[in-house]
């Protein structure tokens, strides 16, 4: 079932990039993917959040313009009232060079937090189907050994600058900094995803003692509640690095042997099967 779904996701993002290049114009806020057009005199309510595509503009949106994958384009009379974020743009940019540069924009305000947690989650969603059992690992060393899990995510994150300056210092391994970024977001996405396995199951359990919910339904409740619990205020940002500390530790403590800890053979069985 896992390996059907993934290549559904994969079948979907193909045809969503092949449609990026049509272009559907709008009239109204919301979640959109691929290039949308706000045409001159169009006056569009509420925030755009587009992915995996432009945005041009030549009426009025009233609201926030958040972009994944994409650009914002503002030809002459159009108007934004709120904030415009962008991330990883020019994405027709070979298919229509015409276009006009995007301008630089302010930083990601603190109101368009919950458009990038929902991404954030997409991801980690995508990450627990294609590394199954990596997340059944993590799960499993989160679980036997929450302090360590801790302790390595901690000693994970201070390790990674003096990393990357060594990187930096030796000249020739400095193409090791991008690999060296993109394996810590991966190794956090897995680790989070186990999080949200184990916190899932958990409330799922509390609710309903006679029943144990599938991995996919303990993921979701898991990353719904870690969502919301980020969002708050103030509280949210130290739910936002324990998770990530938490996370990246179980996911380091599983390049390391179940009988580096100690523990009998025959007690090394995950609680919750996430796939082959």
Do not use: K
Not at 8 to 32: E, K, M, P, Q
Not at 52 to 64: C, K, S
Not at 98 to 105: D, F
Not at 158 to 176: A, E
């Amino acid at each position: 079932m896992i390996r059907t779904t993934l290549a559904a996701l994969v079948v979907a993002l193909c045809l969503t990039t092949a449609a990026a290049s049509a272009a559907v114009s709008i009239d109204h806020g919301g979640n959109y993917f691929g290039d949308v057009v706000v045409e001159p005199g169009q006056s569009v309510e509420g925030d755009l959040n587009v992915v995996l595509g432009n945005v041009t503009v030549g009426g009025t949106i009233d609201g926030d313009v958040n972009v994944v994958g994409g650009s914002v384009y503002e030809r002459p009379g159009a108007e934004i009232t709120g904030h415009v974020n962008t991330v990883g743009g020019e994405v027709v940019s070979d298919i229509v060079p015409w276009v006009p540069e995007p301008e630089t924009h302010a930083p990601l305000p603190s109101d368009g937090r919950i458009f990038w947690r929902v991404a954030w989650d997409a991801v980690v969603l995508l990450i627990f189907l294609i590394f199954p059992v990596r997340t059944r690992m993590a799960l499993d060393r989160l679980e036997r050994h929450p302090g360590l899990s801790v302790g390595a995510g901690t000693l994970g994150f201070v390790g990674v600058i003096p990393l990357g300056l060594l990187f930096l210092v030796s000249v020739i391994l400095i193409p090791l900094i991008p690999l060296e970024f993109v394996a810590i977001v991966a190794a956090v996405s897995i680790g989070t995803a186990a999080l949200s396995l184990l916190v899932g199951r958990r409330l799922y359990e509390l609710l309903n003692p006679s029943q144990t919910p599938s991995p996919l339904a303990a993921l979701l409740i898991g990353l719904a509640l870690l969502t919301a619990a980020e969002l708050m205020p103030i509280v949210g940002a130290l739910v936002t690095v324990l998770v990530a500390v938490i996370g990246l530790g179980a996911t380091l403590l599983t390049l390391v042997g179940e009988e580096s800890f100690g523990t009998p053979p025959q007690q090394r069985t995950s609680s919750i099967v996430v796939g082959r």
